[in-house]
């Protein structure tokens, strides 16, 4: 099973006619995240041929509206499409607030549970996890209280070798998912069995980093070292560097430098100043630090890992 992400919006802070503000959809072992919801998101969704239903999680950066003015419309279209199984939307304190008042006031009446999970530490925290996938926060230095994400498939089984495990008759069906933990298989006379001679190694898990609004900030080097693909949103170009501090934003070049750093896989580029009509310069920063940089493209597919 591949991981792929699909760019729904890159935009800062209002939509152009060819671009939406942030949000992004990641597939990821058969599960499927919302990374947040600005403006427009149902729309590109739609586009994107995203499965509303198979939508169980939402993880939203901050309560600026480019990141979740699209929150509340999409939640009440899952009631319209009948939704009966619980949501769980992860975001800063206040997000309940927030939507509970728009519902009140709309008379939005949604039919299933939605599970809030507010955040306001300022350390990395692990906030979701299941048998294949978990989920730590990222925290960011932004204008108001932020947020990134970091997505990590966790270590896969080990493939069994058949054609091994069959010259020993008393390894039976019952000792194969030990083997597929790693486990040697120890023999009835005490004799061990390297577990490398009975499975191979499996695929290599993958991982995701989302780093949303924020001010150049090295702490977070050590939360995301190694990571397959990062984004990392970069709002100016490096002679605006003064703007950048101000604003709580990045550039092209301290986007790069946090790649390089951190030793990633990849790196995309985005939430773009209106500013830059021609966005090849961003990439051409950027690459000056971090050659494997590129920019977003709306609505693509990007497979992360092999």
């Not at 509206?65 to 009440?76: K, Q, R």
């Not at 939005?108 to 350390?123: A, C, D, P, W």
């Not at 980093?209 to 100016?236: M, N, Q, R, W």
């Amino acid at each position: 099973m591949s991981t792929y992400l699909t760019i729904l919006g890159f935009n800062s802070a209002i939509p152009t006619i060819n671009s939406s503000p942030t949000s992004q959809f990641l597939e990821m072992e058969e599960r499927h995240f919302l990374i947040d919801c600005g403006e427009g998101t149902q729309v590109q969704m739609r586009k994107a041929k995203v499965r509303f239903s198979k939508i169980n999680h939402i993880f939203i950066s901050h309560l600026h509206g480019d990141h979740c003015f699209g929150l509340p419309g999409l939640v009440a279209s899952f009631r319209l499409l009948g939704r009966k199984t619980p949501l769980h939307i992860y975001g800063p304190k206040g997000i309940r607030k927030m939507l509970e008042t728009i519902f009140e006031i709309t008379e939005t009446y949604k039919g299933f549970e939605v599970v809030y999970h507010e955040l306001e530490g300022k350390e990395s925290v692990k906030i979701y996890e299941d048998k294949r996938v978990e989920v730590f926060t990222i925290p960011l230095n932004h204008r108001i209280y932020c947020n990134g994400y970091l997505f990590r498939e966790k270590p896969k089984e080990r493939h069994l070798n058949m054609k091994e495990i069959s010259k020993y008759k008393e390894i039976e069906i019952c000792d194969f998912q030990n083997l597929r933990l790693g486990k040697d298989f120890v023999m009835e006379n005490g004799t061990a069995i390297a577990n490398q001679l009975l499975t191979t190694d499996p695929k290599p898990s993958v991982s995701y980093a989302f780093c949303s609004d924020t001010k150049y900030k090295e702490d977070i080097i050590p939360i995301i070292e190694g990571v397959d693909v990062l984004y990392h949103e970069s709002t100016f170009l490096h002679n605006l560097k003064e703007m950048a501090d101000y604003t709580g934003h990045s550039t092209a070049l301290e986007a790069a430098t946090i790649a390089k750093k951190a030793q990633a896989g990849k790196l995309i580029l985005g939430h773009f100043s209106n500013r830059y009509s021609d966005l090849s310069v961003m990439t051409d920063e950027a690459r000056q630090i971090f050659p494997n940089s590129f920019l977003p493209k709306a609505l693509e597919m990007v497979k992360i890992g092999n």
